[in-house]
């Protein structure tokens, strides 16, 4: 009976490691998209430690990473930008200042090219008109913040 026990505890001593072993592994280098308050946001992670961050419309911002004992990813260690990127089972994950954006390997899908008509008279175009998102100089945001 003792040498079955120790048979077991073994086995699963061994799984355990191994479970390990896989989550060290998972590989989080590519491409990754999300979205913030409506706004595009790609990043990019390296094999090198190294990763940008793209915001539709403003300014990239380039720095290190470096996986952590947990296997999330800490951005630019040691600096006042320090940031966590949790690995999750759907992708990536950052919050900072209450703002959260997930990231996914999904890019998103291409804006279907509109057709602007020219014949509708100012008639038609009385009265109430929901609005979804805002332009301002290259900036899109949803309308209901």
């Not at 940008?52 to 911002?61: L, N």
């Not at 038609?124 to 309308?143: D, F, I």
Request: hydrophobic share 35%; glycine share 10%.
């Amino acid at each position: 009976m003792k040498r079955l026990t120790s048979l077991v505890l073994a086995l699963l001593l061994a799984l355990t490691m191994m479970v390990g072993a896989f989550a060290e592994t998972a590989d989080v280098t590519g491409e990754w998209y999300g979205e913030l308050l409506g706004i595009q946001v790609t990043l990019t992670i390296n094999a090198d430690g190294t990763y940008k961050m793209d915001i539709a419309g403003m300014d990239s911002e380039e720095g290190v990473w470096e996986k952590n004992e947990d296997g999330n990813l800490v951005m630019d260690k040691g600096t006042e930008g320090e940031g966590l990127v949790t690995v999750t089972e759907t992708g990536l994950s950052t919050e900072q200042d209450g703002m959260k954006i997930d990231f996914t390997r999904e890019a998103p899908a291409e804006d279907e090219e509109l057709t602007i008509s020219t014949e509708t008279t100012e008639e038609e175009l009385q009265g109430k008109w929901p609005v979804s998102y805002t332009h301002l100089r290259a900036h899109e945001t949803c309308a209901d913040l």
